[in-house]
């Protein structure tokens, strides 16, 4: 019988920067790294080397957006999944054996209701923090709550508003075997902002980062084609 054994966090202090600088900036660059954490390049790529030979990073190819330039772009590396149980983790075989039970006594509802209430106290979080932090987005706002709770969250600009991004999920592993979990998250964003929102990837389903679409109503009111083709 084969027992998982979970990862051991780096030994070494400056790997264990490395790698937490992934975990909360998300796949990044070997130079982003050496820049991020004030280190050269060949150290940054030292403990690269070691992180991917224990398997708690790998490399990936970066996307592309508009036309690419000479040369091949510089690699991204991103944490895997046994990378991310390196840092403390929030959930366990008991949480686990917990939620099954639920699901067999009280069925999918009330895991749903499980769900739901572990992220109730989000909105109370968030008129606390709106009022202490009044430069901050709505959207801003909520990451700062989510980071509170384990989720290296953060907010970028999107194309028709914002991103709500998450480089971390502090209960993968049960999400993965029970997505309510991610549904009430999803639905209490919603909720807290008043108005419809878009989960587009979860690390609980094998992405890098917990990604939730806010659209910006105010732009997409005038960019809604009518069914002649024309924009509205």
């Given at each position: 019988m084969t027992l998982d054994?979970?990862?051991?966090?780096?030994?070494?202090?400056?790997?264990?920067?490395?790698?937490?600088?992934?975990?909360?900036?998300?796949?990044?660059?070997?130079?982003?790294?050496?820049?991020r954490l004030e280190l050269t390049p060949a150290a940054v790529r030292r403990h690269l080397d070691q992180l991917?030979?224990?398997?708690?990073?790998?490399p990936r190819e970066p996307r592309a957006?508009?036309?690419?330039?000479r040369g091949r772009p510089a690699k991204l590396f991103a944490l895997?999944?046994?990378?991310?149980?390196?840092?403390?983790?929030?959930?366990?075989?008991?949480a686990v054996d917990a939620l099954r039970f639920l699901a067999e006594t009280g069925g999918e509802e009330a895991v749903m209701a499980f769900a739901r209430r572990r992220v109730?106290?989000?909105?109370?979080?968030?008129?606390?923090?709106?009022?202490?932090?009044?430069?901050?987005?709505?959207?801003?706002?909520?990451?700062?709550?989510f980071s509170r709770h384990g989720y290296a969250a953060s907010v970028r600009q999107a194309p028709?508003?914002?991103?709500?991004?998450?480089?971390?999920?502090?209960?993968?592993?049960?999400?993965?075997?029970?997505?309510?979990?991610?549904?009430?998250?999803t639905e209490v964003i919603s909720r807290i902002l008043g108005r419809h929102v878009q989960r587009l990837a979860t690390i609980a389903h094998g992405d890098g980062v917990c990604?939730?679409?806010?659209?910006?109503?105010?732009?997409?009111?005038?960019?809604i084609p009518d069914k002649n083709g024309a924009s509205s």
């Open positions: 054994v979970p990862a051991e966090p780096p030994k070494d202090t400056t790997r264990e920067r490395v790698a937490r600088s992934i975990l909360e900036n998300g796949p990044s660059t070997a130079a982003a790294l050496a820049a991917l030979e224990e398997g708690q990073v790998e957006h508009g036309a690419r330039g895997t999944p046994a990378g991310r149980d390196a840092f403390d983790q929030h959930y366990d075989d008991l109730a106290t989000f909105e109370a979080e968030f008129a606390e923090v709106s009022a202490s932090h009044p430069d901050l987005s709505p959207a801003e706002v909520l990451a700062v709550i028709v508003g914002e991103q709500l991004c998450q480089q971390h999920c502090p209960v993968a592993h049960v999400a993965h075997e029970f997505p309510q979990l991610c549904e009430a998250e990604t939730t679409c806010i659209p910006d109503t105010t732009r997409l009111s005038g960019s």
